[in-house]
């Protein structure tokens, strides 16, 4: 082999060998020396660590971080700002890189580097020059159209359990709290979409309850948090085992499934405990407490409108029996002169009767007259009429 070609593999190998680990330039490290994703979507937050490492921290030194990026400068940003110290005596200096990609960011893809210069902070000692030195973050982005849903699951325990209880009169059943640290490696906010026990007695002999939730938080894109399902059991204190499935779709995630140990304790047991609570329950669960509900409320306005009627007629049967007394009492402080007034009055009106009984009267005899007069007319006319008839 020619050493032409030699020396061509060997600075290949060379070149996969700085592109595989950390970056580390006279005493400087970058690690990791790249920021990449191809998930990336309109309008997503995606950030990563990256740690700059020093071999002999003895004194300040100032970084200085510059974005080369061809049509994504304006997007970086980072958690120290872009010029920033190294303090003394720490190895490990993290920053966080992120990136806020526009809404109306082109698709395609974007590559480049940041690059990293750090110097001391301080004028170089008497005789001596300053160095500065340097390494680069290699970028590698890939906004595109499509949404992509994925997730990885990093761990997973259960918190002790207290058991169901009776409030009021619905049965409470004991929430589980099952703890999932959750990647979201998808380019929009998601999370597992359901979350599925079976049960087993300790011995793992017998299934006692198959329970599932898919009322689960979802995690903003390229975030890793700690989320919570609750479950609802019915069962009472024990140790029991619990094997699980956390779903992705209709597909079990990677790393979704497993059996964990579960400890039931009676009510009241554990400090701070928060037991399941209305909205917790199913909606067939919910029923029997809304018609309950019904029933109380119907009967606290039947309550009501009675109380409202009784005190309404109380008040009404003040007033008229404020009223007669008032009137009462008027009656008997009337003045002397009111009296006389009344007492004129009904002798005018006495009168006045009078008065038309004697215009009635003297009618009545005029009428009385008037036929005794037409009757002597009649009786002449009749004695008339005979003496006529009686002459030959």
Known sequence: MDSGRLIKISFFVLLIFFCLSEIAWGGFGISPPYFVNKNLARGSHYESKIILVRDDPVEDWKAEIE???????????IDKGRSFILPKGEKQIPIIVKIDIPKEAPFGSYEGFLRVRVSPVGPPEGGTVAIALGGRIEVDLKVGEQEIFDFKVWGVKIRDTEEGHRSWWFYLPGKI???MKIENTGNFKAGPTKVQFDIYNEKETE????????????????????????????LGPGNYWVKFKIFKGEEVAQNGEGKLNLNIVPYGTIPGYKDADFFDLTVKEQLPVFIGAFIILVLIVFILVKIILFIIKIRRDRKIKKFEESEKTEEF?????????RIEKKECIKEEAEKVNEIKRSKKQMREGKKIKKKKKIRVSKKNKKAKKSKP
């Open 333 to 341: 402080e009337r003045p002397a002169e009111i009296i006389e007034e």
């Open 177 to 179: 709290r099952f703890l």
């Open 67 to 77: 974005v080369q990026v061809t049509g994504a400068e304006s997007w970086f940003s």
């Open 207 to 234: 299934l006692l309850e198959s329970i599932e939730t898919e009322n689960i938080e979802k995690i903003e894109p390229f975030e890793t948090k700690e989320i919570t399902a609750n479950l609802l059991t019915k």
